[in-house]
């Protein structure tokens, strides 16, 4: 009976891989304005709480809350792009 002759194996190559980008990290000014901008949306909060909404902004009411937690949350967005 007839042997059947082996497969060759055919030399694949690798595709070459994208250079990695460079790693770059974030400016002085970065790190300073999350927290601050954090620190400054509880202070808002905590003012108006303890000035029974005379202050910051009077005008809005209880939309003080949201505006603390708006300004907490930019700072807080700003952690997602923080590179040390």
Known sequence: MPESKPRRRESR???A???AKAYKPNA???KPVMVGL???GLLWIIVFYLTN???PIPNIGNWNIAVGFGIAIA???MTTQWRS
């Open 17 to 19: 891989q994208p250079a």
């Open 13 to 15: 190559s690798v595709p």
């Open 75 to 77: 700072g807080f967005l």
């Open 38 to 40: 954090m620190v400054l």
């Open 53 to 55: 909404g005379m202050w």
């Open 28 to 30: 002085v000014w970065f």
